[in-house]
């Protein structure tokens, strides 16, 4: 899923965070010990399959060359973790900027083109400072619901001929050509 990748694009490019402070969770990152910066960390918790689906269609090859092809698509609910972390008050205070970004122009409009979707945005964050121990990070996290279509297409051949069997018990076994093409 790519998802983690859009919502990171998004969150950096609003809150103007460095490549440096913001991953896609289970990277094993750390916090520097004495860093007082915002850190961010963005996970999809959770994926629901709605719907698969294949179709026929010509593309163009990288020739530039059309062949017949076949594009898969999966549809499906998402829903993405986003903690921010600091060792100030920052994650506190910065908090609603988040919203503020999952719901900006440039989110909008790289919803369109890469087809997916952010939900409802939730009305609260959830205060996971206690997650972290003795430590003295200050930690929220939010979730947020998205739908999202993930596509590929690939060559295949496409037949318009088929041998058909048609049998019964009664009967025995017909074979014939299924012509499929238009006339």
């Not at 896609?24 to 994926?47: E, H, T």
């Not at 979707?117 to 998205?146: H, K, M, V, Y």
Request: glycine share 2%; proline share 3%.
């Amino acid at each position: 899923m790519q998802i983690e990748e859009f919502m990171v694009d998004i969150i950096r490019k609003e809150m103007n965070l460095d490549q440096q402070h913001i991953w896609i969770q289970a990277q094993n990152r750390k916090i520097p010990p004495q860093s007082d910066n915002l850190y961010c960390v963005v996970g999809c918790v959770d994926f629901t399959p709605i719907s698969s689906k294949s179709i026929f269609k010509p593309f163009l090859n990288d020739d530039k060359e059309e062949v017949q092809g076949e594009e898969q698509t999966v549809y499906g609910r998402a829903v993405v973790q986003i903690d921010l972390l600091s060792r100030s008050n920052e994650a506190r205070i910065r908090r609603a900027e988040v919203l503020m970004a999952l719901n900006s122009y440039y989110s909008k409009n790289l919803q369109c083109e890469k087809h997916f979707r952010i939900f409802e945005l939730p009305q609260t964050f959830i205060n996971t400072s206690d997650l972290e121990g003795g430590s003295d990070i200050n930690r929220f996290t939010i979730r947020i619901p998205a739908m999202i279509s993930e596509s590929r297409i690939k060559a295949t051949d496409y037949y318009d001929t088929f041998q058909a069997q048609i049998s019964n018990e009664e009967q025995s076994v017909d074979t014939f050509d299924l012509n499929l093409a238009e006339d």
